[in-house]
C-alpha cells in the first residue's frame, strides 16, 4: 500500500509563488513518475506536470516557464515550484505516483489533493 501526502497549498495573490511538496511512503521499490495534476472547478482534471526517474519531465503547456517540477528519488519526494501564479491556476491540485511494490507489482496513485486560490 502507497500513500501520498502533499503540503504547500493556500491563497496567494497574481504574481506570487507558492511551493507544493509531495511525499510516497509504504510498500515502495521504485517509482517510475512522479507529478501533479490539477483539477479547477467544473473542469476534469489536467496534467500539470511529471517528472520521472531520470529527470525527464512533461509541462502542460500554460505552466512552462513558470512551474517547476523537482524530484528527490533517495527520499520519494516530489516538489513543484509555482511562480508567476495567475487567477486561473486556481484548483485542486493532486500527487500522483507510478508506484512499483517489492512484489513487482505496480500501481497508480493518488494523493488526497490540496487547494491552490490564486486571487487577481
Known amino acids: 500500500q502507497v500513500a501520498l501526502v502533499e503540503s504547500g497549498g493556500g491563497l496567494v495573490q497574481a504574481g506570487g509563488s507558492l511551493r507544493l511538496s509531495c511525499a510516497a511512503s509504504g510498500s515502495i521499490a521504485a517509482i517510475s513518475s512522479m507529478g501533479w495534476y490539477r483539477q479547477a472547478p467544473g473542469k476534469e482534471r489536467e496534467l500539470a506536470v511529471l517528472?520521472?526517474?531520470?529527470?525527464?519531465?512533461n509541462y502542460a503547456d500554460s505552466m512552462k516557464g513558470r512551474f517547476t517540477i523537482s524530484r528527490d528519488n533517495a527520499k520519494n519526494t516530489v516538489s513543484l515550484q509555482m511562480n508567476s501564479l495567475k487567477p486561473e491556476d486556481t484548483a485542486v491540485y493532486y500527487c500522483?505516483?507510478?508506484?512499483?511494490?517489492?512484489?513487482?507489482?505496480?500501481?497508480?496513485?493518488w494523493g488526497q489533493g490540496t487547494q491552490v486560490t490564486v486571487s487577481s
Open positions: 517528472i520521472r526517474s531520470d529527470g525527464s519531465t
Open positions: 500522483n505516483a507510478d508506484v512499483t511494490n517489492y512484489f513487482g507489482v505496480r500501481s497508480n496513485n
